[in-house]
T-cell receptor, first 111, second 114 residues
Framework: GENVEQHPSTLSVQEGDSAVIKCTYS??????FPWYKQELGKGPQLIID?????GEKKDQRIAVTLNKTAKHFSLHITETQPEDSAVYFC??????????FGAGTRLTVKP | EPEVTQTPSHQVTQMGQEVILRCVPI?????FYWYRQILGQKVEFLVS????????KSEIFDDQFSVERPDGSNFTLKIRSTKLEDSAMYFC????????????FGQGTRLTVV
């Protein structure tokens, strides 16, 4: 089955710096790659997603890149703010949101 | 803003007992999911449900688990005979359509099996 690896497990940056989180997946049939942000005591919330027919997608300070050949995708957050501090999960899905998640990255943005 | 709601927020149960976790998906959504997250670990897919039947299920979703949409609003996950290793946060999610689209998650039910 699908296996999603995520790195790093923790990431600490200064406010204003960029943060990059990387994921790899194993199932070449996966074609949907969402990123979720999870704040303490809450469920995961979608922040950006990308489909396999696109190499890059950007939404304000957040961007995601996808390399299908290498089976990896990355989340880039620019100009980080303290409120970006949370756990971020990548996921890969083949059909119907049968998402397999990465292990998560705890991002801390220091003021 | 519409949201997925889950009850209870925390459930403690004795090993071997049955538990039912409840979810109210977003009202016009048609696809429903259960995920679980063991403390400190990744979120794991359990099952997807559409048109009153299971669409997909993972290897975790064995005969001890079942799902049901007993009425027009609720979506439940039943664990027949709980084990210690069932202790986890259980998340319900829903989507408006099939395929891969934005999934909206509830705030979760923390299940503790003692």
């Amino acid at each position: 089955g699908e296996n999603v690896e995520q790195h790093p497990s923790t990431l600490s940056v200064q406010e204003g710096d960029s943060a990059v989180i990387k994921c790899t997946y194993s199932d070449s049939a996966s074609n949907y790659f969402p990123w979720y942000k999870q704040e303490l005591g809450k469920g995961p919330q979608l922040i950006i997603d990308i489909r396999s027919n696109v190499g890059e997608k950007k939404d304000q300070r957040i961007a995601v890149t996808l390399n299908k050949t290498a089976k990896h995708f990355s989340l880039h957050i620019t100009e980080t703010q303290p409120e970006d501090s949370a756990v971020y999960f990548c996921a890969a899905s083949r059909i119907n949101n049968d998402m397999r998640f990465g292990a998560g990255t705890r991002l801390t943005v220091k003021p | 803003e519409p949201e997925v709601t889950q009850t209870p927020s925390h459930q403690v149960t004795q090993m071997g007992q049955e538990v039912i976790l409840r979810c109210v998906p977003i009202s016009n959504h048609l696809y429903f999911y259960w995920y679980r997250q063991i403390l400190g670990q990744k979120v794991e897919f359990l099952v997807s449900f559409y048109n009153n039947e299971i669409s997909e299920k993972s290897e975790i979703f064995d005969d001890q688990f079942s799902v049901e949409r007993p009425d027009g609003s609720n979506f439940t996950l039943k664990i027949r005979s709980t084990k210690l290793e069932d202790s986890a946060m259980y998340f319900c999610a829903s989507t408006a359509q099939g395929g891969n689209t934005e999934a909206f998650f509830g705030q979760g039910t923390r299940l503790t099996v003692v």
